[in-house]
């Protein structure tokens, strides 16, 4: 029996369910794992540095900024350095997690019109590889916390390790919905860059939450998920227990992202390899 080429490049509808894609690309740590590691060593490859240069970049943010903030907002070098490092780590890992999130589908089209596997495996090799980068600019925050706050590394700030396995999770729906939303329409891409580009100076990084009030503070601070997102990791590392209304709203979050990533993904999975 022959098969014509047109029939042989027809994707092929893979027999899990949405459920089942989701837990088996979960429990499939060893691909998500390595296809994790390969990306982040093929972004590298050839430079002397490699992923310090994640390092480095935040370092020279930090530095610029913390010498703007300090003089514009008259902070004390021991109080807002911490702030802004810790800070900047956890926007950094965030935001590209965002913006990967948009071609993880986009960039895998010859695996998705070619083979069938776990969609979901993608996603978690997303968060695997921001995990990776985020522990590498960690050293820069401990640098930051000895030389200006020695007296803020507290016992708190193991609550970062939950706060940081929240963010991960959210980052595994997000990575999903945003993939299968962009490949579909390919402008919510741009959309999201956007959004991302003017996020950064809203959201409380650069500057305290305490600095607005009122209606100010709920756009900005109280209805701002990325702000809880970054308090609830940010906030231990500076030596304060983050607020149970971070939680709450990371919580809330998680349930409502993942029950909508889910019906969405139960309905289009089968259509991702022919949206690519």
């Known amino acids: 029996m022959t098969v014509s080429p047109a029939a042989a490049r027809t994707p092929r509808p893979l027999g899990t369910t949405a ?9 499939n740590w060893q691909l998500y794992g390595r296809l994790g590691w390969l990306d982040i060593k093929r972004r590298y490859r050839r430079t002397v ?12 943010m930090v530095a610029t900024l913390g010498s703007v903030g300090i003089g514009l907002w008259k902070q004390n070098a021991a109080n807002y350095l911490p702030f ?8 950094v890992l965030i935001s590209t997690i965002l913006t ?3 071609t993880i589908f986009v960039y895998a089209q010859n695996f998705l019109r070619q ?17 990776v980068s985020f522990l590498h600019n960690v050293p820069l925050y401990v640098i930051v916390m000895l ?7 507290e016992p708190t700030a193991a609550l970062a390790v939950p706060g940081l396995l929240l963010v991960l999770v959210n980052g595994a729906w997000i990575a999903l919905l945003l993939g299968m939303c962009c490949l579909r329409f390919r402008d919510i891409q741009q959309l999201v860059a956007a959004l991302i580009q003017v996020s950064i100076f809203i959201t ?5 939450a305490d600095y607005l009030s009122g209606p100010f503070r709920m756009v900005f601070v109280t209805f701002n998920p990325l702000y809880h997102f970054i308090e609830i990791v940010r906030a231990p590392l500076i030596g304060i227990v983050p607020p149970a209304s971070s939680y709450i709203a990371v919580l809330i979050m998680t349930a409502v992202g993942w029950l909508a990533t889910y019906a969405l993904f139960r ?3 089968q259509r991702i390899a022919y949206w690519s």
């Open 204 to 208: 409380p990084i650069f500057w305290p």
């Open 147 to 153: 030389i200006f706050a020695p007296h803020q590394l």
């Open 19 to 27: 459920g089942e894609d989701l837990i088996r690309g979960l429990m």
């Open 115 to 131: 083979i069938s596997f776990d969609y979901s495996t993608l996603a978690y090799a997303l968060v695997w590889r921001n995990l």
């Open 84 to 91: 802004l490092t810790s800070g900047l780590i956890v926007w």
């Open 100 to 102: 990967e999130a948009c």
């Open 267 to 269: 309905v289009f999975r």
């Open 49 to 60: 540095l490699g992923p310090l240069w994640s390092v480095v970049t935040v370092g020279i």
